[in-house]
């Protein structure tokens, strides 16, 4: 069964919407999760690094006051696209380890479609 | 110079060929690497595992050097359904980096 779960799997927006995208670990403690980004025949691009309890660090290019993140506990990040535009329509994955040199698991994804 | 380089392919190779890939990373402090595959609009999941003393898993085979800071990923008797895309997954104790993935094809 999946380890790490992301909500919701698909969303269609207005532009100009807020879309929050829940990721949790199910099985594990998380303190670090990761934010990715990927579009269409493109290679999966890491977006922010999510440190529970600690402002997250975003990869260059990545305005973090666009996507907004936040790792409250220890088994949950969210990733808050803000006023979205259709150029922000893409596919969002999560992905968390637990601590230590593990593996990390990747959730399902989210299609974020903004018309 | 990216942290974690992978030759992006397109592999394209018939059905019972063999395939290698290799991934080159440049962090020394790196400390567990894996592979991921990746099927087209879904997320990547870990295929396995690679250590220093190399491990097998049916037809693939992961091997590391750390010395010359690459892994590598051999599939023997490729099937259409190894047609993916590989990555792979560099740790350090509280990052990660990877690479942007090989394309895999294989024909009948």
């Known amino acids: 069964g999946a380890v790490v779960s992301q909500h919701p799997s698909w969303v269609i927006c207005k532009s100009g919407t807020s879309v929050k995208i829940e990721c949790r670990s199910l099985?594990?403690?998380?303190?670090?999760m990761f934010w990715y980004r990927q579009f269409p025949k493109q290679s999966l691009m890491l977006m922010a690094t999510?440190?529970?309890?600690?402002?997250?660090?975003?990869e260059q290019g990545v305005e973090k006051d666009k996507f907004l993140i936040n790792h409250a506990s220890l088994t949950l990040s969210t990733l808050t696209v803000t006023s979205a535009h259709p150029e922000d329509s893409s596919f969002y994955i999560c992905s968390a380890r637990p601590p230590g040199y593990q593996p990390q698991h990747f959730g399902d994804g989210t299609r974020l479609s903004i018309l | 110079r990216k942290e974690v380089e992978q030759d992006p392919g397109p592999f394209n190779v018939p059905e019972g060929a063999t395939v290698a890939f290799n991934c080159t990373y440049s962090?020394?402090?790196?400390?567990?690497f894996f592979w991921y595959r990746q099927d087209c609009r879904k997320e990547p999941k870990l295929l396995m595992s690679v250590y220093s003393s190399g491990n097998e898993d049916g037809r693939f085979t992961a091997q590391l050097n750390r010395a010359s800071q690459y892994i590598s990923l051999l599939i023997r008797d490729s099937k259409l359904s190894d047609s993916a895309t590989y990555l792979c997954?560099?740790?350090?104790?509280?990052?990660?980096?990877f690479g942007a993935g090989t394309r895999l094809t294989v024909k009948p």
């Open positions: 997954v560099v740790n350090t104790y509280n990052d990660m980096r």
């Open positions: 999510s440190n529970e309890g600690s402002k997250a660090t975003y």
């Open positions: 099985d594990f403690q998380a303190t670090t």
């Open positions: 962090n020394s402090a790196s400390q567990s």
